[in-house]
């Protein structure tokens, strides 16, 4: 090596060299990266797939006739339940950047300007949390563009300034919240945001089924803008979105703006490192507990598989995304909706369910797990560390299983059997599966490494759909009637 290669290796790192490794550093904790080696070939895949719909979306969207109150209704909607779902998702990276990776004090102590550090972190998270955005919203615009609407294009700035202002938002809230309760409740308390906004998307495409039509047309009625007041500031995001040239260049300048404010204030208390400090402990003494095992091998295992489950970030709010699932259940079983079959629609929703429960459960235990080599080397059998911790998943299945199957119990005993049966058969396959093919999750303290693979997502769908086909055979008793042609 030369002695200019030498010098170049010590000198500070330039903006562009540290914001390529910057995300360098995002693509190895993405998800993607944590399946196979060949990740190309499935993400591809994908985005012929997602072009493929997007084009048929277009298609339909360009044969419908919509007044401009209505776009500029949608696109200001649009635009605000995006907002807060890049947030949530950004306070998640923001949080991961500050506290997880451990290296905030080394950069601090290296050559490199504190500012420059920061302004690379905070770009990073603006663009992990824009990307899938913009991969859905891109291909949705390119198929517009195609169909003579090349105004959507649009769609790639505004989803990236709303990037900057997530982005920027996230670091400034992350900071206060870490400050005062720490950087896992942080964390618990972006999981909450984003399930929230999740449930108020979900409740208002449900509305349609339980409210009457002309309630809810005078509801979006009230969101659609006048002939008066479609060019003020409210507007203007949608405006922009729509391809307007004047609102588009106004909204990025204030995205830009609000960036750039937000980094600058933050900037001499991460330079201090008052912002990296607030992570450490702050709490009072832990209460000690007891080293002895008041019951089995296998007790003790299984106990503390479920208290690694109940201390994983983010259990609830998961766990309440993969079981929206029970609200048509839920509906369907007291009455106040019916959807297709009826009640016997109930059943292969629960088994599907049941099945992504328990590959959601057990991956968790196994990610969470920091050290399963030492129950190898404990005098127990070697089928322990596999056995409890599905029986840890089961247990936690059954107990959000029990009240819909009561329900089903009570209003169709005869396909109770069946349920059970389809649950169990479900749970135990994906319990297999998660040994082998865990999904890729976050473990549950920070710095710690990730485990898991979008194969094993892919084939647990897979296999719970392939079991709640087999208890709607069951449980209809002309299942597949809809393919005679009359």
Not at 170 to 182: D, I, K, P, Q
Not at 239 to 247: C, H, I, M, S, Y
Request: hydrophobic residues 60%.
């Amino acid at each position: 090596m030369t002695e200019s290669a030498r010098t170049g290796l010590l000198r500070p790192a330039s903006f562009l060299w540290l914001f390529a490794h910057e995300g360098r550093l995002l693509w190895r904790g993405s998800i993607l990266v944590r399946t196979r080696r060949h990740v190309l070939v499935p993400i591809i895949l994908v985005g012929v797939v997602f072009q493929a719909i997007a084009l048929l979306i277009a298609l339909v969207g360009t044969r419908t006739q919509v007044t401009p109150a209505v776009m500029l209704m949608v696109a200001n909607l649009n635009l605000f339940f995006l907002f807060f779902l890049m947030l949530s998702r950004a306070m998640t990276s923001a949080i991961d950047v500050l506290y997880s990776r451990g290296d905030v004090d080394f950069l601090l102590a290296s050559p490199i300007p504190p500012s420059l550090v920061l302004a690379v972190r905070m770009l990073g998270v603006a663009a992990a949390t824009a990307s899938p955005w913009l991969l859905l919203g891109g291909a949705l615009a390119n198929a517009l563009t195609i169909f003579g609407r090349p105004r959507a294009l649009a769609v790639y700035p505004m989803i990236l300034g709303l990037g900057l202002v997530a982005a920027a938002l996230a670091f400034a809230l992350v900071t206060v919240l870490v400050t005062r309760v720490g950087p896992r409740a942080a964390r618990t308390i972006s999981h909450a945001a984003a399930l929230m906004v999740g449930l108020v998307i979900f409740g208002m495409g449900q509305a349609p089924r339980f409210l009457p039509a002309h309630m809810m047309a005078s509801f979006w009625r009230g969101f659609m803008p006048d002939a008066a007041d479609a060019n003020s500031l409210v507007w203007l995001p949608g405006r922009a979105l729509l391809g307007q040239t004047v609102p588009l260049m106004g909204s990025l300048a204030a995205c830009v703006l609000v960036f750039v404010g937000v980094m600058l204030s933050l900037d001499k208390r991460f330079a201090s490192g008052a912002i990296s400090a607030a992570a450490y402990d702050r709490g009072g003494r832990r209460r000690a507990r007891p080293g002895d095992f008041q019951q089995s091998a296998f007790g003790a295992t299984l106990r503390k598989n479920l208290r690694l489950l109940t201390r994983f970030p983010g259990l609830v709010t998961q766990t309440v995304y993969r079981s929206l699932t029970l609200v048509p259940v839920v509906m369907i079983l007291t009455g106040h909706v019916n959807i297709g079959a009826g009640v016997s629609i109930v059943v292969p929703l629960l088994v599907f369910l049941a099945g992504q429960l328990a590959l959601f459960f057990c991956s968790v235990i196994i990610a969470s797990d920091q050290a399963p080599e030492l129950l190898f080397t404990a005098p127990v059998p070697a089928w322990m560390g596999r056995r409890t911790s599905g029986a840890a998943s089961f247990y936690a299945t059954l107990m959000i299983m029990a009240l819909p199957v009561m329900g089903i119990a009570l209003r169709e005993p005869q396909f109770v059997a069946v349920a059970l049966a389809g649950i169990a058969g479900a749970a135990m396959c994906n319990l297999a599966l998660a040994q082998n093919f865990p999904i890729p999750l976050v473990r549950a303290e920070f710095g710690k490494a990730q485990k898991g693979s979008v194969l094993g997502l892919m084939m647990g769908v897979a296999v719970s759909s392939a079991w709640a086909l087999a208890a709607y055979v069951m449980v209809t008793p002309h299942p597949f009637a809809f393919l005679h042609v009359s």
